[in-house]
Structure formats: structure tokens, C-alpha cells
């Protein structure tokens, strides 16, 4: 059973950082992609960064320049480095597996994942 565990998350100022992490088990492999998702209150869940299982990232123009996707394999682990935070980054995030596409990031669309970590809050205040 495929499961992704995330942790990570809380409560920063505008302009810190912060690291989320996702932690996958029960994969046969490393060949899938992870992408991180938000949901600010109100608002559709939106895409915000994906890696392939080569380490390529694809992010969103919100992420662009100030958040950095990695993967440990060794660890099953990805990684979402959000620098230079902002209130509008407010939301709760998660993280969602795609296996079926030997690696490659197949977009944004929720429909594309089959696994999804359980979401962790992220505050941007002062």
C-alpha cells in the first residue's frame, strides 16, 4: 500500500523559509513523479511544483525564483524549499504521486495523481 506522509509546515514571517517534506512508502520504485499542491481558504487547489523521478523540476510562475523541489530517493523523500515567503503562500499543501508515467510529471491536473499525502498548513503572517 502506497502511502505519502508529509511534514514540515507552520507558522512564518514574511520572507522566511521554510522546508516541506514528503515521504513516500510502498512504491515498487523510484519511477514516479511528486507535485506539490496548495489550497489557500476559498481558492482551488493549485499546482505548484513537480519533479520527475530524474530530479527535473517544473514549477509554476508562483514558485519561480523562490522555491526549490528536490528528491532523496535514497530516503523516499522530496523535498519543497519555500523561500522569501509571502501571505498570499498561506495554505494548506500537499503533496501527490503519480507511478504511471515512468517518472515524467504529468501537469497539474488532481485527476493525474493517485496518492496523496495528507496536507500540512502553511502561515505567512507577521
Known amino acids: 500500500q502506497v502511502q505519502l506522509v508529509q511534514s514540515g509546515g507552520g507558522l512564518v514571517q514574511p520572507g522566511g523559509s521554510l522546508r516541506l517534506s514528503c515521504t513516500a512508502s510502498?512504491?515498487?520504485?523510484?519511477?514516479?513523479?511528486v507535485t506539490w499542491f496548495r489550497q489557500a481558504p476559498g481558492k482551488t487547489r493549485e499546482g505548484v511544483s513537480c519533479?520527475?523521478?530524474?530530479?527535473?523540476?517544473y514549477d509554476a510562475d508562483s514558485a519561480k525564483g523562490r522555491f526549490v523541489t528536490s528528491r532523496d530517493d535514497a530516503k523516499h523523500t522530496v523535498f519543497l524549499q519555500m523561500n522569501r515567503l509571502k501571505p498570499d503562500d498561506t495554505a494548506v499543501y500537499y503533496c501527490a504521486a503519480n507511478a504511471e508515467l515512468s517518472g515524467y510529471c504529468p501537469g497539474f491536473g488532481l485527476d493525474d495523481y493517485q496518492y496523496w499525502g495528507q496536507g500540512t498548513q502553511v502561515t505567512v503572517s507577521s
Open positions: 519533479i520527475t523521478a530524474d530530479g527535473i523540476s
Open positions: 510502498g512504491f515498487i520504485s523510484d519511477y514516479y513523479a
